[in-house]
């Protein structure tokens, strides 16, 4: 199970950092993914990371102010979110999987099997 925490409301400006931690079993994986859903839109890729520390992806509305990262261990990963719009308001996901290894890791959610719960960002 993957378990994501560190959402909330914070001012436009403010920054938050989202973590997801692997509990139980981990699955086989190479590829971490954070995702982003507004209720009745599709979940869209925001940022991915080969475990392998390989190249990082990132959704161009969050270029340059998110950052993805993963602790030693693998069994972690982060979201830093700095200069939050409003616009970046949504439920966030963390995902896992095995993926083929591509020149940049995958933002397509369908390339995901194992997924967390969510949690709320919330900028105002």
């Known amino acids: 199970q993957l378990v994501e925490s560190g959402g909330g409301s914070v001012q436009a400006g403010g920054s938050l950092r989202l973590s997801c931690v692997v509990s139980?079993?981990?699955?086989?994986?190479?590829?971490w993914g954070w995702f982003r859903q507004i209720a009745g839109t599709e979940r869209e890729g925001v940022a991915a990371?080969?475990?392998?520390?390989?190249?990082?992806r990132y959704a161009d509305a969050v270029n340059g102010r998110f950052t993805i990262s993963q602790d030693d261990a693998n069994t972690t990963v982060y979201l830093q979110m700095n200069s939050l719009k409003p616009e970046n308001t949504a439920m966030y996901y963390c995902?896992?999987?095995?993926?083929?290894?591509?020149?940049?890791?995958?933002?397509?959610?369908?390339?995901?099997?194992?997924w967390g719960q969510g949690t709320q960002v919330t900028v105002s």
């Open positions: 139980g079993s981990s699955p086989r994986s190479n590829c």
């Open positions: 990371i080969y475990t392998s520390g390989g190249s990082v």
């Open positions: 995902a896992t999987d095995w993926v083929s290894i591509v020149a940049t890791a995958p933002l397509d959610p369908a390339k995901y099997r194992y």
